[in-house]
C-alpha cells in the first residue's frame, strides 16, 4: 500500500469539536485581555460580569419562567449561551481540554452530529435539572454539564465493550467516579456550590442519550425492549 492511502495513526478531531473549542477560548480571552485593560477600554473589565447576567443561567431564572408561564427567548437562549461563559482562564481552558479530548474519543465511535448533539441536550438538561432543583443562585456558567455529557458517552462506550469482553461493567464508571471524588476534595479545600447537579444530570444524560445516538443504538434499544 502507498503512503497516501495508508489510513491516517490519529484520527482528527470533528470541526464542530474545534470550533466550540475555539468559542471558548476565543469569549475567555476576550475577558481576560479586557480585565487587563488591554482591549476594550475601561468598561471592558465588566465584561465578564455583564456576560453572566446577560448569558448564564440560574434558579431564579427557571422558577420565574416556571411560574409565570412564559418562555422568553432571552431567557431559552441561557439553556446553551452559559456554556460558553466561565469565571475564570484556568476554568475555560481545563473545560476546553477536556472538551476535546472526549470529543476525539467519542467522535471514533459516534458520528460526528451524534456527538455534537449529545453536548447540546447535556448542556441543556444539565441547566434544566439545576434549575429545578436548586431554586437560587449561584450562577450556572461554564460547559461542564455538556462535557460531563461527553464523559457520559465515553462510558457508555466502555460499558459496552467490558461487556462484549465479559468483564465486569461497573468499570466503565471508573472516570466519572475519580472527577466527582475530585469535585468532593476541592469541595472541601476550598468551599463548593450546588453547580455539581448540573454536570452530574449532564453525565446522566449523556449516558442514556447514548443508548439511542450511538450507531445501531435505536436498533439495539428496540430489540431490547421487545426481548424484556
Known amino acids: 500500500m502507498s503512503d497516501h492511502q495508508r489510513p491516517a495513526p490519529v484520527n482528527p478531531l470533528p470541526p464542530f469539536v474545534i470550533a466550540l473549542f475555539l468559542v471558548i477560548i476565543g469569549v475567555e480571552a476576550m475577558f481576560t485581555l479586557g480585565a487587563r485593560g488591554l482591549v476594550g477600554g475601561p468598561e471592558a473589565v465588566g465584561w465578564r460580569s455583564l456576560a453572566i447576567q446577560d448569558y448564564a443561567f440560574n434558579g431564579d431564572i427557571m422558577t420565574w419562567m416556571l411560574e409565570n408561564r412564559s418562555w422568553p427567548i432571552e431567557h431559552l437562549r441561557r439553556f446553551v449561551t452559559y456554556a460558553f461563559v466561565h469565571g475564570s482562564f484556568t476554568h475555560a481552558l481545563f473545560a476546553g481540554v477536556l472538551l476535546l479530548a472526549m470529543g476525539k474519543f467519542v467522535s471514533e465511535v ?16 444539565g441547566a434544566a435539572v439545576y434549575g429545578v432543583i436548586v431554586t437560587q443562585q449561584p450562577w450556572l456558567i461554564g460547559a461542564f454539564p455538556g462535557v460531563y455529557g461527553l464523559i457520559g458517552g465515553f462510558t457508555y462506550i466502555m460499558w459496552l465493550r467490558l461487556g462484549q469482553l465479559g468483564t465486569n461493567q461497573a468499570r466503565a464508571f471508573t472516570l466519572i467516579g475519580v472527577l466527582m471524588g475530585l469535585q468532593l476534595v476541592f469541595g472541601l479545600l476550598f468551599g463548593s456550590n450546588a453547580t455539581w447537579v ?14 439511542v445516538l450511538s450507531p445501531g443504538g435505536w436498533s439495539r434499544l428496540r430489540a431490547r425492549l421487545r426481548h424484556d
Open 110 to 125: 459516534f458520528r460526528h452530529w451524534a456527538v455534537l448533539v449529545l453536548f447540546l441536550i447535556s448542556t441543556i438538561v
Open 198 to 211: 448540573a454536570d452530574v444530570s449532564g453525565f446522566v444524560t449523556g449516558f442514556l442519550a447514548s443508548f
